[in-house]
């Protein structure tokens, strides 16, 4: 999901309370702890480089497609422990 782009923690729990329809009223802040990250980026330059590999989907499409891929799965991951 990588594409030379920074999102912070604000900004994805935004977009994941919107997937699941939820107010964003339901993000709740809490204290930081020692190295919380502050931002998401994913760089891909070493894969492209070496493989030619670049994202074909970008991070809110991503996020919601993995997001959906769980609601749907539960057999595979509900029960494990």
């Known amino acids: 999901m990588g594409s030379h ?13 919107g997937i699941f329809g939820k107010p964003e009223t ?14 998401y980026a994913v760089d891909y330059s070493k894969i492209k480089r070496d493989f030619g590999w ?9 996020i919601k497609d993995k997001v959906d ?6 057999d595979w ?3 494990r422990r």
């Open 69 to 74: 891929w769980f609601k749907h799965h539960t």
């Open 54 to 62: 670049e994202p074909q989907i970008n991070f809110e499409e991503g």
């Open 26 to 39: 339901d993000i709740k802040f809490v204290k930081d702890r020692p190295g919380n990250d502050l931002r």
């Open 5 to 17: 782009n920074e999102k912070t923690n604000i900004e994805v729990a935004r977009l994941l309370v």
């Open 77 to 79: 991951w509900g029960r």
